[in-house]
């Protein structure tokens, strides 16, 4: 079946970085987009960046234009998230989410059909 393990959180101060990885199994990744999204607690889980199949598109919410890069190497099944400049708002559990529409070139709220258990980012001051 579908997995998707998330990797890579961890405590960090402010203006510091991390990389999160995303390896999935269970299906052809090339063949699909991929996406970020993340949860702190008491908000709604939100949108940070997609990464379509071939990896030659992106798209990324406002708030991490220029600080977040989304990638993805389809030889290893993985799907990566730079981050960088973090800050204490950055906090939260983090999830990565597999596409379920073949080869989809624009990133859709309803589209993400897997998704991965999650590890937490904690941004200090």
């Known amino acids: 079946q579908v997995q998707l393990v998330e990797s890579g959180g961890g405590l960090v101060q402010a203006g510091g970085s991390l990389r999160l990885s995303c390896v999935a199994s269970g299906y052809t990744f090339s063949n699909y987009a991929m996406g970020w999204f993340r949860q702190a607690p008491g908000k709604e889980r939100e949108f940070l960046a997609a990464?379509?199949?071939?990896?030659?598109?992106?798209y990324y919410a406002d708030f991490v234009k220029g600080r977040f890069t989304i990638s993805r190497d389809n030889a290893k099944n993985t799907v990566y998230l730079q981050m960088n400049s973090l800050k204490p708002e950055d906090t939260a559990v983090y999830y990565c989410?597999?596409?379920?529409?073949?080869?989809?070139?624009?990133?859709?709220?309803?589209?993400?059909?897997?998704w991965g258990q999650g590890t937490q980012v904690t941004v200090s001051s």
């Open positions: 990464i379509i199949w071939s990896g030659g598109r992106t």
């Open positions: 989410a597999a596409d379920g529409r073949f080869r989809a070139l624009y990133p859709a709220a309803q589209g993400y059909k897997y």
